[in-house]
């Protein structure tokens, strides 16, 4: 996404939510990855939850050079007033540098057909890297392009969830406080966690083919 210096505002009117630039950096939360990994983490009102199947390989697309943007899929599960989304399906879209992330177009139309059949109560939450090739001023930080971007999608869904993943942290954006956590490891759960996300994959793949 962009890199440009600007700034952000979140606000409402009486016909309808709308989200200021300037106001958007108070809606951000960041996690180191050193919190993430020893489960230190507090619980929010909103809550997704990574396997390490999907999260490790965060922590490695973020040393490559160019950054990547994709989607989560995630089950839903409320408890004690809390949401938590429990991703199942981590897909990359496209790579590029920091002003062209550009998504595939045939990952595009696979991802659009794929949850035309198959969301129901899938809840999809968009992301993007910042590598070290990014400058490590942006580690901890969205850009100004990344607020302009996320701006204009919450100005159509308010329920529109961003995490930013990068060396050192993850950040995410959304109109309610949201955390990015870690799911503890066992091997009943691993297991799980694999047979979700291959079951994934395989219907991705299968609409990619279609696409092409």
Do not use: C
Request: a neutral charge.
């Amino acid at each position: 996404m962009p890199k440009q210096k600007e700034d952000g505002k979140h606000g409402e009117s009486p016909e309808k939510q709308h989200f200021e630039l300037e106001r958007l950096p108070e809606l951000v939360r960041k996690f180191s990855r050193e919190k993430i990994e020893d489960y230190a983490v507090p619980d929010a009102g909103q809550n997704i939850i990574l396997p390490p199947l999907i999260y490790n390989p965060t922590k490695d697309f973020v040393r490559a050079r160019d950054e990547s943007r994709g989607v989560m899929l995630a089950s839903t599960v409320e408890s004690g007033g809390k949401q938590y989304w429990l991703v199942e399906y981590m897909q990359m879209l496209g790579q590029g540098n920091s002003v062209s992330v550009f998504p595939s177009p045939a990952k595009r139309n696979a991802l659009i057909a794929m949850l035309g059949e198959n969301e129901k109560d899938m809840k999809v939450i968009e992301y993007h890297s910042h590598t070290v090739s990014t400058g490590d001023v942006w580690f901890d930080q969205f850009s100004s392009g990344d607020y302009k971007t996320i701006q204009g999608m919450l100005n159509v869904n308010p329920d529109y969830i961003h995490a930013l993943f990068t060396p050192t942290h993850v950040l995410t954006l959304a109109h309610q406080e949201t955390t990015l956590k870690l799911a503890r490891s066992s091997n009943e759960a691993n297991a799980l966690s694999r047979k979700k996300f291959l079951k994934w994959q395989g219907l991705f793949n299968g609409f990619l083919q279609q696409s092409q």
